[in-house]
């Protein structure tokens, strides 16, 4: 079994960032994703622009270069695997960490669908969105409900029913109006969410007020069947017609993969117990970086700012060992 300095599971952004800092500071690391590199980004929408620069997105030194400020999808998955190769990081994709388990020696023994790993440290920056929130109506689970957008074109002249009011149901329903299916956004709020970027509501109202897209505020769904979803909005009944279903109502850590590697989780906050400036969680040498650590405040932890926390975990490992 080989053993390493440190295990980080999960290769997005935050974990490739963690994989870094440690290795820069001559550390042994291996790190394992369960899909492919930056799994989350590959599964954004085609045409995804993201709100933060270039800049703020850049890891390991290796500057993000874009010909405009905000990147693409597209620009993103190249910059991420060119930084895999340029740092020479021990990735391991498309392997699952089923069980990491505390020695008697401080160490663990992380073992995943094809092989077991010892490590003195590990890293879990398994992010949250693989995790879809799930719609508490009849009919949630039917096959043509989907939590993730892709593009919109297979869509052209269907009626889609779009639920949720955040950005990433504001930027699906712009592009399937566009591409001319008749949309419906329901939205619980009684007026648009203040997360959703202000340059790109305008464009939405728009659609809107010229009859390309339904909009239904104060609404909550009561049933989707195979055609249609039944909502109520205070008290009036609005049958919708729907082929397809986007239920865009955000993501949450794997709360359950997280308790069975030992890490405590606050049950008010969905966040893991840990030491906010080091990272290090309940459980002496495991550490958590990136989104995860928001727990169900999913918006207050982006790539930008859990870039970071590779650094303080590297830190901290560093200060330790020179104890």
């Known amino acids: 079994m ?18 870094i800092e440690m290795q820069d500071r001559g550390m042994d690391v291996l790190t394992i994703e369960r899909g492919n590199v930056v799994h989350s980004i590959y599964n954004y ?12 997105l850049s890891i390991g030194d290796i500057p993000f270069i874009t010909a405009k400020e905000k990147p693409k999808r597209r620009d ?26 505390k020695q008697e020696d401080g160490s663990f023994i992380v073992t995943t669908d094809q092989a077991q790993y010892g490590a003195t440290y590990v890293v879990a920056a398994t ?6 929130n799930r719609l508490d109506a009849k009919g949630a689970d039917l096959p043509h409900v989907h939590h993730y957008f892709k593009e919109a074109h297979p869509y052209y002249g269907l009626d889609v029913v779009i639920i949720g009011g955040r950005n990433s149901a504001i930027d699906a329903a712009i592009e399937l109006a566009h591409a001319g299916a008749r949309v419906s956004v329901v939205y619980r709020g009684s007026q648009y969410s203040e997360s959703i970027k202000p340059w790109v509501l305008p464009g939405f ?24 979803v039944i909502i109520d909005q205070q008290g009036t009944k609005h049958t919708l017609k729907a082929s397809t279903v986007f239920a865009m109502i955000g993501y949450h850590p794997d709360h359950e993969f997280l ?7 606050d049950e008010e906050t969905g966040s893991p117990v840990h030491h906010p400036e080091t990272m290090e969680t309940n459980v002496d040498g495991l550490f958590i970086a990136g989104v995860i650590a928001a727990g169900n405040d999913a918006n207050s932890i982006f790539i930008e700012n859990g870039r970071f926390h590779g650094c303080q975990i590297a830190q901290t490992i560093a200060n330790e060992v020179e104890k």
């Open 205 to 228: 109202e728009s659609l809107v007020r010229h009859g390309k897209a339904k909009m239904f505020f104060n609404s909550n769904v009561e049933e989707i069947t195979e055609d249609e």
């Open 76 to 101: 993103a998955l190249v910059y991420y695997r060119t930084v895999v190769d340029l740092k020479e990081l021990n990735l391991h994709t498309y392997e699952e960490v089923q069980a990491v388990e």
């Open 259 to 265: 308790r069975s590697i030992g890490i405590e989780i």
């Open 127 to 132: 992010g949250y969105y693989a995790n879809p």
């Open 2 to 19: 080989k053993k390493y300095d440190a295990i980080v599971i999960g290769g997005g952004p935050c974990g490739l960032s963690a994989a």
């Open 45 to 56: 929408p085609t045409h995804q622009t993201f709100f933060s620069s270039s800049l703020k």
